[in-house]
C-alpha cells in the first residue's frame, strides 16, 4: 500500500492507474476505522482494480459544540486495517494541504456547495451547517481523487442521499455505490463513536436497533404508522433514550411520510442520546412500488 500526503502525490497515482485502464475505487473516511468502513473498502476493492481511501477530520461538517479536536485519529492502526484489506493507496492530508488558508468553517472556506432539499431535516435540524460542510469536502476530495466509484454506507443514509444527489445533479463523472449497514452481533450499528459509550450505555445501546426491527414487523403486520412510531419512541424512552427525531421518510426525497400507501420506498429513521452518545440508525420498511 502506498501512503501519500499530498495531492501532487495522490494525481500521480491515479494518473498512472488510469493510463493502464483501471477503474478506481475510492473509499472517503475520518479515520478511527471499524468493520462499517472496511466493508466498504471489500466492496471497493471487489469491483476496482485500484482502491484508495482517504483519512481526514474534516473540520467543516462539525459544530461549535462538537468534538473536532476530541476525534479519534489512530493513524498507525488505521493503516495497517487498510493495508490489510488490499488498500492500493492511501491519503492521509494534512489540514494545511486541503485548506491552505487554515480554513475551519464553511465562512472561512468561502465556496461551498449544499443540497438543501435533503440537507434541512432528519440530522441537519439540530446539526446547523453540518451536511454543507460534509458535501463541500466531499466534493473537493472527489475532484482530487479521480475515482469511478465511490463507497458509502447505508448507516448514514442522509448523508448518502445527498452525495448521490450532488452527483446527479452535478453531473460527476462518479459512481456512487452503496454499502449496507454494518452491526456487531448485538444488531448495533457500527460507528467510530461507539466506543464512547459507558459499559452501561453499551449494554443498552442495542435497544435502539431492535426496537427499530420491532417497529418493522408492526408495520409489515398492518399496524397504522402514526400508532407504530409512538409505541416505538415509548420503548426507547423507557430504555433510557433520549430521542432527537423518529420518523418515517421516502427515500429518495427524505419526505417525512404518515402512511405507507404512496409508490416510494419508506425508512424509519431514529436519532437518539444515550449517556451523552449520539446515535442514529435506520431500518427500509416498504420497497418501492412500480406500475
Not at 66 to 86: A, I, K, N, W
Not at 154 to 167: A, G, P, Y
Request: hydrophobic share 40%; proline share 5%; glycine share 8%.
Amino acid at each position: 500500500m502506498k501512503v501519500v500526503t499530498t495531492a501532487r502525490e495522490l494525481a500521480a497515482e491515479w494518473e498512472t492507474a488510469r493510463r493502464s485502464g483501471a477503474v478506481i475505487g475510492y473509499v472517503p473516511t475520518m479515520g478511527a476505522l471499524h468493520e462499517g468502513h472496511l466493508s466498504l473498502v471489500d466492496l471497493a476493492r471487489a469491483e476496482c482494480d485500484l482502491v484508495i481511501c482517504s483519512i481526514f477530520v474534516n473540520p467543516l461538517q462539525f459544530g461549535p459544540d462538537e468534538d473536532f479536536d476530541s476525534y479519534p485519529r489512530p493513524v498507525e492502526r488505521d493503516l495497517g486495517l487498510l493495508e490489510s484489506r488490499g488498500t492500493g493507496v492511501a491519503f492521509l492530508p494534512d489540514w494545511l494541504e486541503i485548506f491552505p488558508r487554515r480554513e475551519r468553517t464553511l465562512a472561512d472556506f468561502g465556496t461551498h456547495v449544499s443540497v438543501p432539499r435533503l440537507s434541512g431535516q432528519l440530522c441537519g435540524r439540530s446539526r446547523t451547517g453540518h451536511f454543507d460542510g460534509m458535501v463541500t469536502e466531499s466534493l473537493l476530495f472527489l475532484n482530487l481523487v479521480r475515482p469511478d466509484r465511490t463507497y458509502w454506507g447505508e448507516k448514514d443514509f442522509q448523508q448518502l442521499r445527498i452525495i448521490e444527489t450532488l452527483v446527479q445533479d452535478l453531473r460527476l463523472p462518479v459512481t456512487v455505490v452503496r454499502g449496507a449497514t454494518r452491526r456487531e452481533a448485538d444488531g448495533l450499528a457500527m460507528s467510530s463513536r461507539n466506543k464512547n459509550l459507558t459499559p452501561e450505555a453499551r449494554a443498552a445501546a442495542p435497544g435502539l436497533p431492535r426496537t427499530l426491527q420491532e417497529a418493522r414487523a408492526a408495520l409489515m403486520g398492518g399496524a397504522s404508522l402514526p400508532e407504530v412510531l409512538a409505541t416505538t419512541r415509548e420503548a426507547l424512552d423507557a430504555l433510557g433514550f433520549a430521542v432527537e427525531y423518529l420518523v418515517a421518510c421516502e427515500e429518495e426525497s427524505l419526505t417525512e411520510v404518515s402512511t405507507l400507501d404512496g409508490p416510494a420506498a419508506v425508512r424509519v429513521f431514529a436519532a437518539a442520546t444515550l449517556g451523552g452518545v449520539r446515535l442514529i440508525d435506520n431500518v427500509r420498511v416498504t420497497e418501492e412500488r412500480r406500475g
